[in-house]
């Protein structure tokens, strides 16, 4: 909860820091596309031998949230967006296959530049919080960093009040959930950091 507030506070910092040219609120959603990279076995017995390393497959996952924009100069502005994500992975191995989902809460800070009419380019960190994580039909441990950070950028279209923007995210700080299979002995770590496209779609309120 103490990092959720965190979270909160520079939002509205944010918010605040662009009031100074206008701002701008509203609403957005989309679709992700990608993985929480990859999922790996080791053997405690036997001086934590990798056994197995797999990557994780390609799965769609959405967000929903809300921003606000504030246009420092004419072509320059902040964007500031809080959103909830829900980012899901399968891995497929030995015949089994398993799917991960992660629910977290993101922060992106974004920069951008208005380059020719409606076409901006933007970037910037997007800090994470994430709230769940769940490994089909295994029990894992708390992930070990609940707040982490990540890099966007991307390219997007502004038509009066709607917006539309493709953007590739890299989760930047390591983060693992991990467990101990009860019947095997064997450690399993997941690799939680994100590795996607967005798509969102958003609108000026």
Do not use: W
């Amino acid at each position: 909860m103490k990092n959720v507030l965190v979270f909160l506070i520079l939002f509205t910092s944010c918010s605040i820091i662009s009031q100074e040219k206008g701002i701008n609120f509203g609403v957005k959603a989309g679709l992700n596309y990608g993985d929480n990279g990859k999922i790996e076995f080791s053997d405690v017995t036997n001086a934590g031998d990798n056994l197995l390393s797999e990557n994780a497959d390609d799965r769609v996952g959405y967000h929903i949230g809300i921003f606000l924009r504030g246009d420092i100069t004419d072509n320059f502005y902040l964007k500031p967006e809080l959103q909830y994500t829900q980012n899901s992975s399968s891995y497929s191995f030995e015949n089994r296959k398993l799917n991960y989902n992660v629910k977290k809460i993101d922060l992106p800070i974004l920069a951008g530049v208005y380059l020719l009419g409606p076409l901006h380019v933007f970037g910037g960190p997007s800090l994470q919080y994430i709230v769940d994580n769940d490994l089909e039909d295994v029990r894992l441990s708390e992930v070990k960093n609940e707040f982490t950070v990540g890099v966007q950028f991307g390219v997007g279209l502004q038509i009066r009040r709607l917006n539309i923007d493709l953007r590739y995210e890299r989760g930047i700080t390591e983060n693992q959930a991990q467990t101990i299979d009860a019947n095997t002995g064997q450690t399993i770590r997941v690799d939680s950091r994100p590795n996607q496209f967005i798509l969102s779609l958003a609108l000026d309120l």
